[in-house]
């Protein structure tokens, strides 16, 4: 079975989505494993308590997703995709290319570094959202939305997502309704799941 993730910037809707995703297909009578990256083990955990506590240096923050990213193929995703689940990620290798890359490292050196070891999917679903659409949705769920640095480098990262050009990528319009979305989305992955 598939290995599907979502990607897109901040505010593009990738949790909903996730969510959606996994409830229609364990309808459809699919197996179903779902999961996100920062993960809640303890390099995720320390990930996620830095967005609070203070950021780390660049190179420790692309140290912990390494570590946390490994940990994650070996207990959870390997062994999922080996059961015949399908698996949908909420971020994955492509969201350390994109924000560790603003960070000032080379987003295709951090490709090469992950799929050593990380398997590949066969459908990256990039949702799409214009950066000032993103910045509206991001400061009504956390009141921070309008600081230059994070539209640089929303826009630095957007640019990072849409150079990567395989065919398992496919452009989703996250500008639509919740509902829309999710239909665009769910066309998709029945197609390359059937």
């Given at each position: 079975m598939p290995l599907l993730v979502l990607e897109g910037i901040d505010g593009t809707g990738k949790s909903?989505?996730?969510?959606?995703?996994?409830a229609?297909?364990?309808?459809?009578?699919?197996?179903?494993?779902?999961?996100r990256e920062p993960t809640d083990g303890p390099y995720g955990t320390r990930l996620r308590n830095s967005a609070?506590?203070?950021r780390?240096?660049?190179?420790?923050?692309?140290q912990l997703f390494l570590q946390d990213r490994c940990e994650h193929v070996e207990n959870l995703i390997n062994p999922a995709l080996e059961a015949g689940e399908v698996i949908i990620l909420d971020r994955y290798y492509f969201s350390s290319m994109a924000y560790q890359g603003v960070r000032g490292f080379d987003p295709a050196e951090i490709r090469r570094a992950n799929e050593e070891f990380a398997p590949q999917p066969d459908l990256l679903l990039l949702l799409d959202l214009p950066?000032?659409?993103a910045l509206e949705r991001i400061g009504i769920r956390d009141g921070e939305a309008n600081k230059f640095?994070?539209?640089a480098s929303l826009e630095t990262c957007?640019?990072?997502f849409h150079s990567i050009k395989d065919d398992f990528v496919r452009v989703i319009?996250?500008?639509?309704?919740?509902?829309?979305?999710?239909?665009d989305i769910l066309s998709v992955v029945l197609e390359v799941i059937n």
């Open positions: 909903t989505q996730s969510k959606l995703l996994a229609a297909l364990r309808e459809r009578g699919m197996r179903v494993t779902s999961s609070t506590t203070g780390l240096s660049p190179e420790e923050e692309l950066v000032d659409t640095e994070q539209r957007s640019e990072v319009d996250a500008s639509q309704s919740i509902e829309d979305i999710h239909r």
